[in-house]
């Protein structure tokens, strides 16, 4: 590389390969879940520590404003998925040809389907999350002598809040004396929030019966916390596959920079040749080919363990 930051010998093609292999990176970044920082940020901390990452370098005040801002603007127009159409727009341009253009607007749908699935199931979790919260605190509320109403009025507005109109149906119908059980149990339909049921269940039995509704709502918490538990572990077993996958998928993308850097025009065999284009087309089929037979493998492993709003 010379003093003036230009590669020798590397023209057009070479850093279209560059901008791929950045694109392709922020795709890995993507399907490896960094979405989903909280996830393992519980799996990294053993005993309350900060997190790993709390020492990095922050960016600066004036430029993390100003990221703020863009997104608060445009995070209800657009999603994350237009991001696809100013890469492929790139691509088309440096390797002079409308095939990456093209491909980027096919991505879109697709890319929006997987931010919708993976925001389905960050919710689904924080729904069950809720779950575990409201037992706990409703328990120590009924301990303290509370009426059970009056517990889950008592309860942090947050949880409630988490399962949308059906938790301010929930709040409604005990304040005003309504049926609390059929209100858990509407709220029990949101993806996450089944042991609502459960809680349902003891709160009809402890009305007519006259059992302590506390230590069932132990019961319900203590069984839901450990589904949770044991989906935590079962995702950390399978973050080696996953990683492995994705970086398998990405060694083409490896090729295309080294072809590019040796100056070998990888892109212009695969975009303006016959031949080039049907290696274009089998190599992304096969590659799609993997990527799905892997997710249908790792989406069996798991089970029945993801909340439901990540079972589509």
Do not use: K
Not at 118 to 125: D, G, N, Y
Not at 269 to 292: N, Q, T
């Amino acid at each position: 590389m010379t003093t003036d930051g230009v590669i020798p010998g590397a023209g057009p093609v070479a850093y279209s390969a560059y901008a791929a292999m950045v694109c392709a990176g922020a795709a890995a970044w993507l399907m490896a879940g960094a979405g989903d920082p909280p996830g393992r940020a519980r799996l990294l901390l053993a005993d309350g520590a900060e997190p790993v990452g709390r020492g990095l370098p922050q960016l600066p005040d004036r430029l993390r404003n100003w990221s703020l801002a863009l997104r608060r603007r445009f995070d209800g127009r657009a999603g994350h998925e237009w991001w696809c159409l100013p890469g492929a727009l790139l691509l088309a341009v440096l390797g002079a040809s409308w095939i990456p253009l093209l491909l980027g607007i096919a991505a879109v749908p697709l890319v929006r389907r997987l931010l919708l699935r993976r925001r389905a199931v960050r919710e689904a979790r924080a729904r069950e999350a809720a779950v575990v919260e409201l037992c706990a605190a409703m328990a120590g509320e009924l301990r303290a002598g509370r009426q059970p109403e009056a517990a889950l009025l008592a309860a942090p507005a947050e949880t409630t809040e988490r399962f949308g109109e059906a938790g301010a149906a929930l709040l409604a119908a005990a304040r005003f004396a309504g049926d609390v059980p059929a209100a858990l149990r509407n709220a029990a339909r949101r993806p996450g929030g089944e042991g609502l049921s459960g809680v349902a269940a003891c709160w009809q039995v402890a009305v007519e019966g006259g059992a302590g509704l506390a230590s069932g709502l132990d019961r319900v918490g203590a069984a839901v916390r450990t589904v949770r538990d044991q989906r935590e572990d079962l995702r950390a077993q399978l973050s080696g596959p996953r990683s492995t996958a994705v970086a398998l998928a990405l060694l083409p993308v490896v090729g295309l920079l080294l072809g590019g850097a040796m100056d070998a025009r990888p892109l212009d065999v695969l975009l303006h040749s016959p031949a080039g284009l049907a290696c274009l087309a089998a190599g992304a089929l096969l590659e799609a080919a993997g990527l799905a037979w892997v997710a249908r493998i790792v989406r069996g492993a798991e089970g029945a363990a993801e909340p439901a709003g990540g079972r589509r």
